[in-house]
T-cell receptor, first 114, second 110 residues
Framework: DARVTQTPRHKVTEMGQEVTMRCQPI?????VFWYRQTMMQGLELLAY????????DSGMPKDRFSAEMPDATLATLKIQPSEPRDSAVYFC????????????FGDGTRLSIL | TQLLEQSPQFLSIQEGENLTVYCNSS?????LQWYRQEPGEGPVLLVT?????EVKKLKRLTFQFGDARKDSSLHITAAQPGDTGLYLC??????????FGAGTRLFVKA
């Protein structure tokens, strides 16, 4: 089965460092989503793309977070500078932009900022 | 205020017991999805319900969409440890994104 691939699976770094998370969506999917999951807040939508164009990044702190899709096979989420409150599991999901199509999630990047 | 309210938040039961979890809203939806997320993994779609009153079965899991399409339930018969996970209800929106509930965290003890 095709899968969404996220790297790295785990990341531990000190506050102030830049963090880059990568996602390879399923081939042929034209929507890509970035989520953050914590016990307190649950699954929060940070940003999403359709046909590589950003549609909504209102869930993201703009001063430190940025999301891009340099090509159809790669989505990135960057945090600079990172802060301890950014510690969470970050998920990427991809899907198709029609009907009730499901989102297909990667296994996430577990980020710890010390 | 959450668009989708899920209850209970946490549930710990013994293997073999039955359980029901709920997803409620004051809004009407054209469809509703249930996902399951196992520890260390991303959510995986279980089912999509579309018609008011619709019932779908997936082995020991029974999903129902409310008649008014504002709520849904998930019933698990004879729960097993493999059913442990976070159960999320979700609704696709017209803007290509999906709104997720906070989830019910289920733990089934052997």
């Amino acid at each position: 089965d095709a899968r969404v691939t996220q790297t790295p699976r785990h990341k531990v770094t000190e506050m102030g460092q830049e963090v880059t998370m990568r996602c390879q969506p399923i081939l042929g999917h034209n929507t890509v989503f970035w989520y953050r999951q914590t016990m307190m807040q649950g699954l929060e939508l940070l940003a999403y793309f359709r046909n590589r164009a950003p549609l909504d990044d209102s869930g993201m702190p703009k001063d430190r977070f940025s999301a891009e899709m340099p090509d159809a096979t790669l989505a990135t989420l960057k945090i600079q500078p990172s802060e301890p409150r950014d510690s969470a599991v970050y998920f990427c999901a991809s899907g198709l932009d029609r009907g009730n199509q499901p989102q297909h999630f990667g296994d996430g990047t577990r980020l710890s900022i010390l | 205020t959450q668009l989708l309210e899920q209850s209970p938040q946490f549930l710990s039961i013994q293997e073999g017991e039955n359980l029901t979890v709920y997803c409620n809203s004051s809004s009407v939806f054209s469809s509703l999805q249930w996902y399951r997320q196992e520890p260390g993994e991303g959510p995986v779609l279980l089912v999509t319900v579309v018609t008011g009153g619709e019932v779908k079965k997936l082995k020991r899991l029974t999903f129902q969409f409310g008649d008014a399409r504002k709520d849904s339930s998930l019933h698990i018969t004879a729960a097993q440890p493999g059913d442990t996970g976070l159960y999320l209800c979700a609704v696709p929106t017209g803007g290509f994104k999906t709104i997720f509930g906070a989830g019910t965290r289920l733990f089934v003890k052997a």
